[in-house]
């Protein structure tokens, strides 16, 4: 007991020697706590703070081109393991481009229409091709069956094809035998249906007239006697209906040769005279423009 009643006194009395040390004008000093070198009160390191400078501006955050240009983009694959070179072509070769693949346009029609089986079944190995491009049915059959054919889509009732809307030809010079086609585009307006009938012929070989059973076909099959030269049996009126009677050649005709002809006919139908002038008068014209 005694011993505490002394520390007590002793620091009363060291408090009233700081209060007189004040009193005499010496500043006052507040009391810090000493901590080791990097340590706090907690045991962690701890960095002392900097003083900002009086007046100094905020430094804005770095832009993303500046963040880009500090941080470098990793590798890519391409970097890290380069291609391996290309061989040369060798000199004068060209590499085959690949072979292109394009859609399947033309099927055969099999079982299932119930007009073409129908017409399969009436008219057996003289139809000797039924197909469908982009969707168009396509019927060929031989030519001596091709007015019967005709006849029976045009009467028949589920077919009622009662109006030919193109007929025309196609020229195959390589194909020996069948060098053209007939092409007879058929349209039935109580159906709503397209059907085209075709025909192949030997070059010269005349092709049976269907103006019996579609009279609009009258004038189209003088054009193709205009154009390809080919002659259809039974026509009432066969002539020439784009091209003068005495026109040299058939112009669809592949080997037709289209330079001169025309010349051909005008030097013999046109008569041509030449007009002498004197150019002494252009320049006298142009000299009193000036």
């Not at 507040?30 to 003083?51: D, F, H, I, N, V």
């Not at 963040?67 to 470098?72: Q, R, T």
């Not at 059959?141 to 094809?161: G, P």
Request: charged content about 30%.
């Amino acid at each position: 007991m005694g011993d505490e009643t002394k520390d007590t006194s002793n620091q009363s009395a060291d408090k009233g020697s700081s209060t007189e040390k004040s009193d005499a004008g010496q500043p006052d000093i507040p009391e810090t706590k000493e901590l080791t070198a990097g340590a706090s009160e907690g045991g962690e390191s701890k960095r002392p703070s900097q003083p900002e400078a009086v007046g100094a501006q905020p430094q804005a955050p770095p832009s993303a081109e500046e963040a880009g240009a500090a941080k470098p983009s990793p590798p890519t694959a391409a970097a890290e393991k380069p291609a391996p070179p290309k061989a040369a072509p060798a000199a004068g070769h060209k590499p085959a481009p690949p072979p292109k693949k394009g859609p399947t346009v033309t099927v055969d029609i099999t079982a299932g229409d119930a007009l073409i089986d129908r017409i399969r079944e009436r008219f057996g190995e003289a139809v000797t091709e039924a197909v469908a491009t982009l969707g168009q049915q396509i019927i060929r059959v031989k030519k001596e069956s091709l007015i019967e054919l005709c006849n029976f889509l045009h009467d028949d009732q589920e077919a009622l094809f009662d109006m030919c809307t193109d007929l025309t030809a196609v020229h195959w010079p390589d194909r020996a035998g069948q060098e053209f086609d007939v092409v007879i585009l058929l349209y039935s307006v109580p159906k709503n249906r397209r059907l085209r009938v075709k025909v192949s012929l030997a070059d010269g070989e005349a092709c049976p007239s269907v103006t019996a059973i579609w009279a609009g076909a009258n004038w189209m099959e003088r054009e193709v006697f205009d154009m390809f030269g080919m002659r259809f049996e039974g026509h009432p009126d066969l002539r020439r209906i784009l091209l003068p009677a005495d026109w040299p050649g058939h112009p669809l005709r592949k080997e037709y040769p289209i330079e001169y002809r025309d010349n051909e006919w005008t030097d013999k139908h046109i008569e041509y005279r030449e007009i002498d002038y004197d150019t002494s008068l252009i320049d006298v014209k142009y000299a009193q423009r000036r």
